[in-house]
C-alpha cells in the first residue's frame, strides 16, 4: 500500500503515523506517571498501618508486662504510704528541694499553696518554684529533682530570659507532694 502512495500522500501518512506514536506514548507515560503515584500513595499508607499495628502491639505487651508486674507488687502497695512524709512533716520536702537548689547553684523561691485530698489516707500539697540560674544549672536541678522519693513532678514548666548556657534566667515551675494524712 506504501508502494502506491505518492511522495505527498506517504509524508502525510508518515507524519499522522508518527503523531499517533507520540500521543500514545505520551498517554501511556501520564497514564504511568499517574498509577506510580496512586501505588506510592497507597504504599505509604500501608506503611502507616504497619506501624500503627505495631505500635498497638507493643502497647498490648506493655499492659500485658504492667499488669504481671502489679500482680507482683499489689500486696505491698498500701504499706509504701507509710515512707511518704505526713502533711505536718513537709519541712522534709523542702529541705531536700532547697539542697537541690544549692548543690546545683540555683537560687530558689518556694511558694507552698494548699493542703487538698488526694486518695485515701493521702494529701496532695501543691507549690510553685522559682529558680534563678542558668540552663546549665537548670539542667542539673532536674536531674536531682527526678531523683527524688517523694512522689514529685513538674508541671507547667517556664524559661524565661535564659538564652544560651551561661546566661542568667529563671525556671518557674509547679509540682506537688503527696503525703499522709497525720
Known sequence: MLAELTPKAFKKTLLIKIFQTILILGIAISLSFVFSQKINKESNEFVEKRKAI???????????????????????LDKVIYFLPTEDNTVEIVTFLEKIA???ENSQKIIIGDTKPYKENLRKIDCRIELSGNLSSF???????EKSSYFLNMQNI???GAKGLAKEGKMVFETSFIVRKK
Open 54 to 76: 505495631k505500635d498497638i502491639q507493643s502497647l498490648s505487651e506493655v499492659e500485658i508486662r504492667l499488669k504481671k508486674d502489679y500482680a507482683q507488687v499489689k500486696d505491698y
Open 139 to 145: 539542667l542539673k536541678y532536674c536531674q536531682e529533682f
Open 102 to 104: 544549692e548543690i546545683t
Open 158 to 160: 517556664q524559661l524565661i
